[in-house]
């Protein structure tokens, strides 16, 4: 758990330059966005771009456990996210997004004779997204049931947390 928390510190640090340069001014006008994804199975770097109103490209550049080894997976997911519903509960910007995503990644061979290999998978997260009215964060609650392809067919489910930090 130490080295998970060392690993999101380091990406912290890598992320505050660029955040303390960039322009903001709510995540009204933003079209990337960058932060931390922290979820089952993996945690990672976080990407999005806002297309429109209601459609974004987002992305995760993932590190994770596998195989009883803290870092024995190394993935990404790419895929897209539709806005499904607005919702008018607070002054910020509340939302829930639907989408498809592709997941690509590699199992690390480790010292217990495991080889690793080569993962694929398609998910379809919902999203419950929350953007703060006059600054430029946004967080979300993600759940994504999908299916798992490569090395075997089968269900998959997956769950994160995650932080955006939104540029100008």
Do not use: C, E
């Not at 960058?34 to 199975?41: D, F, K, M, R, T």
């Not at 976080?46 to 297309?51: I, N």
């Not at 993935?75 to 939302?95: Q, Y």
């Amino acid at each position: 758990m130490k080295k998970v928390l060392l690993v999101l510190a380091v990406v912290a640090l890598l992320i505050a330059p660029v955040a303390a340069k960039s322009n903001t001014i709510g995540a009204a006008t933003t079209k990337y966005a960058v932060g931390v994804n922290l979820g089952w199975p993996t945690n990672g770097v976080a990407f999005q771009y806002k297309m429109s109103n209601s459609f974004d490209l987002i992305g995760d550049v993932s590190l994770g456990s596998a195989n009883g080894n803290w870092l024995g997976w190394v993935g990404g997911d790419v895929g897209v996210n539709f806005k499904a519903a607005d919702f008018d509960w607070t002054d910020g910007s509340w939302f829930l997004t639907v989408g498809a995503v592709g997941q690509v990644g590699f199992i690390l061979p480790d010292s217990n004779d495991n080889n690793g290999g080569f993962h694929l998978a398609a998910l379809a997260p919902v999203r419950l997204n929350y953007q703060f009215p006059k600054a430029p964060w946004s967080f979300y609650l993600m759940l994504g049931p999908g299916l798992d392809i490569f090395p075997t067919i089968g269900f998959t489910m997956g769950g994160a947390l995650g932080a955006l930090y939104l540029f100008n």
